[in-house]
């Protein structure tokens, strides 16, 4: 029993112009309690703006969010995993760029994203069933 990406992709996620605010999104996040929001259509994504891009490039430079357009702050290099890769592999990749989310395409189109906080609570998911199955076995028939 193996965890791929494509089994713990999430495809429910804020999407937002490049046009907007900081303001705008970051009351679009509140709204809608995300983290991030993909900048540019879901399908095609341009880039990625999460709660650390504000805190760090707005809020702590003392810049005015309604001032800021998100394209001025967005991260532009996504990293992205094939919806066929395991979870391990997954969890590395994340592990080692520094990263909490990740696009998920199937076939070169984008199907979602990966987080790391949906990814926790799969694996935990995944290590009560593998536990009650590896528990199952060791039960005598008899």
Do not use: C, H
Not at 15 to 21: D, K, P
Not at 76 to 101: C, H, K, P, Y
Request: net charge neutral.
């Amino acid at each position: 029993m193996v965890l791929y990406a494509r089994d713990i992709v999430e495809t429910d996620f804020l999407s937002l112009s490049s046009g907007s605010s900081v303001l705008e999104a970051a009351k679009a996040m509140k709204e809608s309690r995300r983290g991030f929001a993909v900048i540019g259509s879901p399908a095609d994504p341009k880039g990625l703006v999460t709660e650390w891009d504000v805190l760090s490039k707005v809020v702590a430079e003392g810049k005015d969010p309604k001032l800021v357009t998100l394209g001025e702050i967005m991260s532009t290099d996504l990293l992205s995993v094939d919806a066929g890769t395991g979870l391990a592999d997954v969890s590395q990749m994340m592990s080692e760029r520094g990263v909490r989310r990740l696009l998920v395409k199937d076939g070169g189109k984008v199907v979602g994203f990966i987080t790391s906080k949906t990814m926790l609570a799969r694996m935990n998911e995944y290590v009560d069933k593998v536990s009650s199955q590896i528990s199952r076995l060791q039960t005598p028939w008899f």
